[in-house]
């Protein structure tokens, strides 16, 4: 039996840390917005055989498929609540770049959760996947429906949002090494790493973005990260030059992404920018 199963990346649209909890992570409010980039992973089951995980990756020499890896934590997830009879053999194709604020582990962790609950003929409901998710990683329980919301908390505190449409995206990896983790220390040490607004001024901010206003997207973590990434700078200064009606860097970073409201605008932007950056990738909202 073989199944494929797509892991979408994530871009914040909006992204504030709202305060550190006591266990050490800190609450956020942000915007997500699942992407066209994705990874694609293969799950196939020998029957005959007793339970055991072979992992394969495929486009990414630096990733370890040992159990470090956010599949095969996923997997052994599942099996601690459901049946997973045979060897399952996965290959994960990754497209998504690495540690890049694009929840590209956190989407492959995601759709093992679907893949296996699909592959077991469901037998897990919602509530379940969405427990094992949050267990797994902040970003993971957004990836399992993906689509737009505004997530709270870690970030599993979901209230989705009607996707939008008819805007393109130009998607850089700056390929500069950035540690989520050291990230938010940085932000721990400033006074002023919120949006400086009034709870008002915050709302129009957000619901403007929701409702397709491209003009007041904002990332607490820029400020902090991209002076030590010139290059994710310089790729947002050039996605804005190169006609990009906005841009921001994702999550903690290095990628940033540029928002066209035409096509052929992002993808002539994207042809000029591939001969400075590697990773490039011309992209679209999807639900
Ligand atoms: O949950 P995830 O594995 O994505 O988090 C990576 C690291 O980022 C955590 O170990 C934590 O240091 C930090 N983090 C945080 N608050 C969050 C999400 C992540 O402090 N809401």
Redesign the pocket.
Do not use: A, K, Y
């Given at each position: 039996m073989v199944l494929t199963e797509k892991a979408y990346a994530k871009i914040n649209l909006y992204l504030d840390v709202v305060g550190k909890r006591p266990d050490?992570?800190?609450?956020?409010e942000t915007l997500m917005h699942t992407v066209s980039l994705s990874d694609e992973l293969t799950f196939e089951l020998l029957k005959r055989e007793p339970f055991s995980i072979e992992l394969k990756i495929e486009g990414n020499d630096n990733l370890k498929a040992d159990e470090s890896n956010l599949v095969f934590r996923a997997v052994k997830e599942f099996v601690k609540h459901s049946h997973v009879d045979g060897k399952l053999i996965i290959t994960l194709k990754k497209n998504i770049p690495v540690e890049a604020g694009l929840g590209g582990g956190?989407a492959d962790a995601a759709a093992t959760l679907r893949a296996l609950n699909r592959l077991s003929k469901f037998p897990l409901d919602e509530t379940k996947l969405y427990e094992m998710a949050e267990k797994l990683?902040?970003?993971v329980p957004f990836c399992l429906k993906g689509g737009f919301a505004l997530c709270r908390g870690?970030?599993e505190k979901i209230t989705p949002l009607s996707p939008l449409k008819n805007l393109h995206l130009v998607i850089i990896n700056s390929g500069e090494r950035v540690s989520?983790?050291d990230a938010?220390k940085l932000i721990d040490q400033s006074k002023n790493s919120e949006l400086q607004a009034s709870p008002n001024e915050k709302y129009n901010v957000l619901s403007s973005i929701t409702e397709g206003e491209m003009n007041a997207l904002f990332n607490a973590f820029e400020q902090y990260i991209l002076p030590t990434c010139p290059r994710a700078k310089k790729a947002k200064e050039e996605l804005i030059l190169c006609g990009a009606y906005s841009a921001l860097m994702s999550g903690s970073g290095p990628t940033v992404f540029g928002i066209f409201d035409d096509f052929v605008k992002a993808e002539n932007a994207a042809k000029k920018l591939q001969s400075d950056f590697d990773k490039v990738f011309v992209s679209g909202f999807i639900d």
């Open positions: 050490g992570f800190h609450n956020l956190s990683g902040s970003d870690r970030g989520t983790p938010f």
